[in-house]
């Protein structure tokens, strides 16, 4: 029941966010179901750990107008080594000094970017 909930939760996002980060709708599809799959396989936690988000569609279509497309699997790989090593150096822990205004900042300022690049 908890993966129907989540799949109706996130394919819509998937689709919206794979339009506003300047591919189509079926990139979005496909990038969320395959990294559900390989996150789900390679994660122990019993809950979502990943999903489609606002912050990375507005970071990847600045990347996808100035460097074309190609550059967007750079742009992933990328994402994912950082992840990695702040996974393998234990640095997740630190998140939690991050104070609750500069988290509410930098998600309104996405907002903002999303907003004005819908107009």
């Known amino acids: 029941m908890a993966g129907l909930t989540v799949g109706a939760v996130a394919l819509p996002l998937a689709l919206a966010f794979g339009v506003a980060s ?4 079926a990139a979005g599809l496909v990038t969320a179901i395959l990294s559900g799959f390989i996150i789900g396989a390679l994660s122990g936690a019993p ?22 497309m190609e550059a967007l699997w750079v742009t992933g790989v990328l994402s994912g080594a950082v992840i990695l090593a702040i996974g393998l150096l234990r640095m997740g822990r630190f998140i939690a000094y991050i104070p609750a205004p500069v988290i509410t900042g930098f998600t309104s ?6 907003f004005v690049g819908q107009i």
């Open 22 to 25: 300047g591919s189509t709708a």
């Open 109 to 114: 300022g996405i907002a903002v970017i999303i």
């Open 47 to 68: 809950y979502q750990i990943s999903g489609p988000t606002g912050a990375m569609s507005a970071v990847l279509i600045l990347v996808s107008q100035r460097y074309g």
